[in-house]
């Protein structure tokens, strides 16, 4: 990938560009490899990394805006130089930015100067739907006060923008590093993007992860589907479940085979994700589908007569930790699928899981041209 700001040196976001991208895929299963190494992986299959595009790959821009009114820039949230160009967002991001830099001005939308501490406009995130095309769009500001002049404007920046389906303002009052707040104001009737993996419909709503890179995504919800379909299985816990992806893939799947409904319980912390995971399951018409808005270890640890067949877990960077990764021990369930954006943490954990024996897993390239990737892992529990 030719990158003109990562040569002039403005910005080093992708830290392996000048890496050739086998080598990338090598240093990230040598990686891996180590990560497991205290591990007994006998039996343990690996399949070739899931090679991701090199450009155009990510569904999503978080832009930090600077600048002034009249002549916004729109940065990495840790640097200043404009990024509208850069060659990872969709080809139609480029054409689009200037339009939404149009509209600040028209709206008066001042950015947030961080050491005056004044401006309300300090982030966009503009997301695009890699099924349809259509387009959500975010401001997120200091306060309420140019909410008017936006809706005031809004019906040109849609009839310019015919693709953007959602649009809203997330309230963020702190002087502080974190880039939305727990307020969100819809603008459109719509609020949510339609997305489709391996034809299980998701939704994108804002306050909701969603992977960002489409076309990695489907391949490793594919792959965790291919690797459960034949097992025993049952009932199905789905933790730190997000949008639903991993458990309605799972179970779609199981359903096909075995012809008759399956149990799933998906949890996650964020109402907006499950309110997202809801629609999904109505839309597949499943039975014995509940997701709940709860923390995921605080649920597990909680159950003790309600033993599933299989455990999906996909939690953040610190992973799931030693004491639910003990309780899953304990409790045995037959098989774990461990998805992991840190193999790091998710090393640690499954040291704990003695019971259990790694037998696929297969690496993801879901973040090119950095050290970041994604892991998959089936575990069978040993003990009868």
Same mark, same amino acid.
């Given at each position: 990938?030719?990158?003109?700001?990562?040569?002039?040196?403005?910005?080093?976001?992708?830290?392996?560009?000048?890496?050739?991208?086998?080598?990338?895929?090598?240093?990230?299963?040598?990686?891996?490899?180590?990560?497991?190494?205290?591990?007994?992986?006998?039996?343990?299959?690996?399949?070739?990394?899931?090679?991701?595009?090199?450009?155009? #790959?990510?569904? =999503?821009?978080?832009?930090?805006?600077?600048?002034?009114?009249?002549? +916004?820039? /729109?940065?990495? $949230? *840790? %640097?200043?130089?404009?990024?509208?160009?850069?060659?990872?967002?969709?080809?139609?991001?480029?054409?689009?930015?200037?339009?939404?830099?149009?509209?600040?001005?028209?709206?008066?939308?001042?950015?947030?100067?961080?050491?005056?501490?004044?401006?309300?406009?300090?982030?966009?995130?503009?997301?695009?739907?890699?099924?349809?095309?259509?387009?959500?769009?975010?401001?997120?500001?200091?306060?309420?006060?140019?909410?008017?002049?936006?809706?005031?404007?809004?019906?040109?920046?849609?009839?310019?923008?015919?693709?953007?389906?959602?649009?809203?303002?997330?309230?963020?009052?702190?002087?502080?590093?974190?880039?939305?707040?727990?307020?969100?104001? #819809?603008?459109? =009737?719509?609020?949510?993007?339609?997305?489709?993996?391996?034809?299980? +419909?998701? /939704?994108?709503? $804002? *306050? %909701?992860?969603?992977?960002?890179?489409?076309?990695?995504?489907?391949?490793?919800?594919?792959?965790?589907?291919?690797?459960?379909?034949?097992?025993?299985?049952?009932?199905?816990?789905?933790?730190?479940?997000?949008?639903?992806?991993?458990?309605?893939?799972?179970?779609?799947?199981?359903?096909?085979?075995?012809?008759?409904?399956?149990?799933?319980?998906?949890?996650?912390?964020?109402?907006?994700?499950?309110?997202?995971?809801?629609?999904?399951?109505?839309?597949?018409?499943?039975?014995?589908?509940?997701?709940?808005?709860?923390?995921?270890?605080?649920?597990?640890?909680?159950?003790?007569?309600?033993?599933?067949?299989?455990?999906?877990?996909?939690?953040?960077?610190?992973?799931?930790?030693?004491?639910?990764?003990?309780?899953?021990?304990?409790?045995?369930?037959?098989?774990?699928?461990?998805?992991?954006?840190?193999?790091?943490?998710?090393?640690?954990?499954?040291?704990?899981?003695?019971?259990?024996?790694?037998?696929?897993?297969?690496?993801?390239?879901?973040?090119?041209?950095?050290?970041?990737?994604?892991?998959?892992?089936?575990?069978?529990?040993?003990?009868?």
């Amino acid at each position: 990938m030719i990158c003109h700001h990562y040569q002039k040196g403005d910005c080093r976001s992708c830290q392996w560009l000048e890496m050739p991208y086998e080598r990338q895929l090598s240093e990230k299963t040598v990686h891996l490899k180590n990560q497991l190494s205290h591990l007994n992986c006998e039996k343990l299959v690996w399949f070739p990394p899931f090679k991701s595009s090199q450009t155009a #790959f990510r569904n =999503k821009a978080k832009m930090a805006v600077s600048g002034a009114v009249e002549r +916004p820039i /729109f940065a990495h $949230p *840790q %640097g200043v130089m404009d990024l509208c160009d850069c060659p990872l967002y969709p080809t139609q991001f480029k054409r689009i930015f200037p339009i939404i830099k149009d509209f600040i001005g028209r709206a008066g939308l001042v950015p947030y100067n961080v050491e005056k501490r004044k401006g309300e406009l300090k982030y966009i995130f503009l997301t695009e739907s890699h099924a349809t095309g259509k387009l959500m769009l975010r401001f997120v500001l200091r306060s309420e006060s140019k909410l008017h002049l936006i809706r005031r404007e809004l019906e040109t920046l849609l009839t310019k923008l015919p693709q953007l389906e959602v649009v809203s303002v997330n309230l963020q009052p702190q002087h502080a590093a974190i880039l939305e707040g727990e307020e969100e104001i #819809f603008l459109t =009737k719509q609020q949510h993007l339609q997305e489709n993996f391996n034809d299980v +419909p998701l /939704f994108i709503r $804002p *306050q %909701g992860f969603f992977q960002t890179n489409p076309r990695v995504a489907v391949g490793l919800y594919a792959t965790a589907q291919q690797w459960i379909t034949s097992l025993p299985i049952m009932k199905v816990w789905d933790l730190f479940c997000g949008v639903g992806g991993f458990g309605l893939h799972c179970v779609k799947a199981l359903q096909e085979v075995k012809s008759h409904p399956i149990e799933l319980t998906g949890i996650e912390i964020s109402p907006s994700a499950i309110l997202a995971a809801k629609m999904s399951a109505q839309a597949l018409g499943m039975e014995k589908i509940t997701f709940q808005s709860l923390d995921a270890a605080n649920f597990a640890l909680n159950q003790h007569e309600n033993k599933p067949d299989l455990v999906i877990v996909n939690p953040p960077r610190r992973g799931i930790g030693q004491k639910l990764s003990e309780f899953l021990n304990e409790m045995q369930p037959h098989f774990i699928l461990y998805s992991s954006c840190n193999a790091v943490s998710m090393g640690k954990d499954l040291a704990h899981l003695t019971h259990y024996q790694p037998t696929k897993i297969q690496l993801f390239d879901m973040f090119p041209h950095t050290t970041h990737y994604e892991s998959l892992v089936l575990l069978e529990c040993t003990k009868s």
